[in-house]
């Protein structure tokens, strides 16, 4: 298990994919793990990347993919910028967010 503290929200590719950057609190983070959030919010790490953001201060940045259709972007949109922290795990075996 690992912890993240979600910093800034930002979407991807015109809104196509939404990502976070801030920082990695406990363990470590890959791609391939399952983001949970209270809330229900849940969404699989597709990349682990090194951003820099204004002033030249880098932070980690998740890719969480690729929401199915503008609403749901808004709606991670929104639900990530009202969160302080993610919980991520490795994916179980028949877990349904594992195959996306």
């Excluded at 979600?6 to 939404?18: E, K, S, T």
């Excluded at 391939?32 to 201060?57: D, K, L, N, P, Y």
Aim: hydrophobic share 50%; glycine share 12%; aromatic share 6%.
């Amino acid at each position: 298990m690992a912890r993240f503290r979600v910093d800034d929200v930002w979407a991807l590719f015109a809104g196509r994919r939404v990502a976070v950057a801030g920082e990695i609190l406990e363990g470590e983070v890959r791609p391939g793990m399952v983001a949970r959030a209270v809330g229900g919010f849940t969404a699989v790490v597709q990349a682990v990347e090194f951003v820099r953001q204004s002033g030249g201060v880098e932070q980690v940045s998740l890719d969480l993919g690729s929401p199915d259709g503008p609403a749901e972007q808004q709606a991670w949109m929104a639900a990530l910028s009202a969160l302080s922290e993610l919980t991520l795990d490795d994916p179980e075996a028949g877990h349904p967010e594992a195959a996306t």
